[in-house]
């Protein structure tokens, strides 16, 4: 890297402190030109690695800003180069006269996720691990910055290196006795290539299974709100949220539209989706919106059904229980303050699923609803202990790419194909596990997945 890369690293918002990050091999000859002591003497070239200074910024003889400078040499940088960080004051204006600053003397400015691009070029972090920084940034719950932290420290990489071992030696050894057969024998072995093929696959396919977790860990659960007309969707959702985000009235039919809002119970993301009224009408645009709610209870990955228990069940109740068939569903059992017209026992037997009596008005059942859907989702609990959560679907791709080589270096056992067949496949599901480390993928997909990345990361 011949280039010394400057940006703003934190929000461009006025807030306490500012921080700008230089790296490269300039990066010393940069703050050197702009930093001053305090004192006028000392010189920020020879002071100490990983070490705070502080001074002024000045552009020439202007004076921009007053400073701490952080100096840490490489190879102990998170970019493994030269870096300098300014924490400077969190001034729109103030970031980016000393960032201008820092660009006039020297540096140019880095584009989104270029510093941890160079981290990972430079052999500081793998593919996963930088991949794990964004997901830091964007976590949205507890569980999702726990799976993120420990991605970033390495439980992804491991998993995966791990398993490549045990590959590679296969593949060597198979290359070995196709190339020297008087002296390594290959009598016996495709059994006991078939017991190491088995268990690396249950491994990559235990992995896999994570996934559908890790999805919802890192993005949410899509949680879609079903019900009649003036059932209470709206009211609930207001009660999960803690605001009037949806408009509650005794008009039916108030809600036309899909209203999407997160929310997190118990450290679990929900993306919470209100839907109009299930129910034959005429009204065109009510009619529309009635459409949308049955297409997103199609996609959903729960559905939260609202009932009135104080009105009988009709058609459009048999209807949406029906939409509930082969999805996972709680029945919310609303307006318990009232007279009840149905019980909900025969909900329990008409549905199959869990039926919790709530009183949105009141706001009660809410923690038996927090309680059921880490049940339902998580059985109970999620842990970090051993557990790694696969939460990329570039990661998710790479190993049902693996699991298929896998598969065939099994078939070609069973059907007593030559060894050089089982090498072709072993390496092949050897390559797609490299692709989550960054060890096979292009150039092109490198700067794909950092473009993504936020500015000065």
Not at 64 to 90: Q, W
């Amino acid at each position: 890297m011949e280039t010394t890369i400057a940006a703003i690293s934190t929000a461009m918002s006025a807030s306490g402190i500012g921080i700008i990050r230089i790296s490269g091999e300039n990066a010393m000859d940069v703050i050197s030109r702009i930093y001053r002591s305090k004192g006028g003497k000392k010189k920020i070239k020879e002071v100490p690695t990983h070490t705070i200074h502080y001074g002024y910024i000045y552009d020439g003889e202007e004076l921009i800003d007053e400073v701490l400078v952080m100096i840490m040499h490489a190879p102990r940088t998170f970019t493994g180069e030269d870096t300098v960080e300014i924490d400077c004051h969190g001034g729109v204006y103030a970031m980016q006269r000393v960032l201008d600053t820092v660009l006039k003397n020297g540096a140019e400015i880095a584009e989104p996720g270029e510093f941890t691009k160079r981290a990972f070029l430079n052999g500081r972090m793998d593919l996963s691990q930088a991949e794990a920084v964004m997901d830091v940034i964007q976590a949205k719950n507890e569980y999702a910055l726990r799976s993120s932290m420990d991605q970033l420290r390495g439980s992804v990489q491991k998993a995966i290196r791990d398993i490549r071992e045990k590959l590679i030696y296969h593949i060597a050894y198979i290359e070995s006795a196709l190339d020297d057969p008087e002296h390594i024998s290959l009598d016996g072995y495709p059994q006991e290539l078939l017991e190491v093929v088995d268990n690396e696959q249950k491994e990559v396919k235990r992995l896999l299974k994570t996934s559908s977790d890790g999805k919802m860990i890192q993005e949410g659960i899509q949680t879609v709100i079903l019900g009649k007309p003036n059932a209470g969707k709206s009211s609930l959702l207001n009660l999960l949220i803690g605001e009037n985000r949806a408009i509650v009235t005794d008009i039916a039919g108030t809600t036309r539209d899909i209203l999407e809002e997160y929310i997190t119970l118990h450290g679990i993301s929900l993306k919470i989706i209100d839907t109009a009224g299930i129910r034959e009408t005429k009204d065109i645009v009510e009619k529309i919106g009635v459409d949308r709610a049955r297409e997103m209870a199609q996609k959903a990955d729960l559905i939260l059904y609202v009932v009135d228990s104080s009105v009988p069940l009709d058609e459009n109740d048999e209807e949406i229980m029906e939409m509930l068939t082969g999805k996972k569903a709680i029945i919310l059992y609303n307006k318990t303050d009232l007279q009840p017209e149905i019980q909900p026992e025969i909900l329990k037997e008409k549905t199959g699923h869990p039926v919790i009596p709530i009183s949105a008005k009141e706001e009660k059942g809410i923690t038996e609803l927090e309680e059921q859907i880490k049940d339902m989702f998580f059985g109970g609990e999620i842990s970090f202990n051993d557990e790694v959560y696969i939460t990329n679907a570039r990661h998710k791709a790479a190993l049902e790419e693996a699991d298929r080589s896998l598969d065939l270096v099994r078939n070609s056992i069973e059907m007593g194909m030559p060894e050089d067949f089982f090498s072709i496949d072993l390496m092949n599901a050897y390559e797609n596990l490299g692709k989550i480390l960054g060890e096979s993928v292009g150039e092109d997909l490198v700067n794909e997945i950092f473009s993504k990345f936020c500015m000065g990361k």
